[in-house]
């Protein structure tokens, strides 16, 4: 069975700190993708970033980062300097080749900026 | 503008009154499903449809209908609505079934007394 654990139901930091979301994910799919997505105080479901499990780069997004590591399951995601603007609920996904690619989510973490 | 919308967004309603969420894509997306959003659940995956006439469960079909009559629309049906259905609804496209960025509508908040 897959899942995903978001352990961080909520995380408060003030404005300028760098901050970590954690995500861990199990799977028996030899393929799979991860997924993060924002949902801001406004309710939308916006795409971050998707990755593949061949390819464990990290990656960079301006303020935002992404560590990748097959090793311990984990794909956490940083934000650098956050901003107020940051505020909002963050989902980690998993679609696996072998599971029809049905995305399987995160419970979330409540990122909090203050200002 | 690629879009997803709902209607409506916001609805209370009672007891097994019948009600119906609309949704439509233009982005010509194969792919489309319903996810509910509840506190510390994340989404879960109601319903989803392959193509038109469609049309699959997904981890939480219990009480819910759908159809996939034309490629663009795929309403969700709630034919006796209950209390445990309050929740927050997410119509979502992709362009095929396969790892993709899902599109998402604005969302349903949807209250049954």
């Known amino acids: 069975a897959q899942k995903v654990t978001q352990a961080q139901t909520e995380i408060s930091v003030v404005e300028k700190e760098d901050v970590t979301l954690d995500c861990v994910y199990e799977?028996?799919?030899?393929?799979?993708?991860l997924f993060w997505y924002k949902q801001p105080p406004s309710g939308e479901l916006v795409f971050l970033i998707r990755?593949?499990?061949?390819d464990e780069q990290n990656e960079i997004s301006g303020r935002y980062s992404w560590n990748f590591q097959k090793s311990t399951s984990s794909f956490n995601f940083t934000i650098t300097a956050s901003q107020v603007v940051d505020s909002a609920v963050y989902f980690c996904a998993l679609s696996g080749g072998d599971s029809n690619y049905q995305l399987i989510w995160g419970a979330g973490t409540k990122l909090i900026i203050k200002p | 503008e690629a879009q997803v919308t709902q209607n409506p967004r916001y609805l209370i309603t009672v007891t097994g009154k019948k009600l119906t969420v609309t949704c439509s894509q233009n982005?010509?997306?194969?792919?489309m499903s319903w996810y509910r959003q509840d506190p510390g659940l994340g989404l879960r995956q109601i319903y989803y449809?392959?193509?038109?006439?469609?049309?699959d469960k997904g981890d939480v079909p219990e009480g819910y209908k759908v159809s996939r009559k034309e490629k663009r629309n795929f309403p969700l049906i709630l034919e006796s609505p209950s209390p445990n259905q309050t929740s927050l609804y997410f119509c979502?496209?992709?362009?095929?079934?396969?790892?993709?960025?899902?599109?998402f509508g604005p969302g349903t908040r949807l209250t049954v007394t």
């Open positions: 799977t028996r799919d030899t393929t799979y993708y």
């Open positions: 449809s392959m193509n038109v006439e469609v049309t």
């Open positions: 979502a496209s992709t362009v095929s079934r396969g790892p993709y960025e899902q599109y």
């Open positions: 982005m010509n997306h194969e792919y």
């Open positions: 990755r593949n499990s061949f």
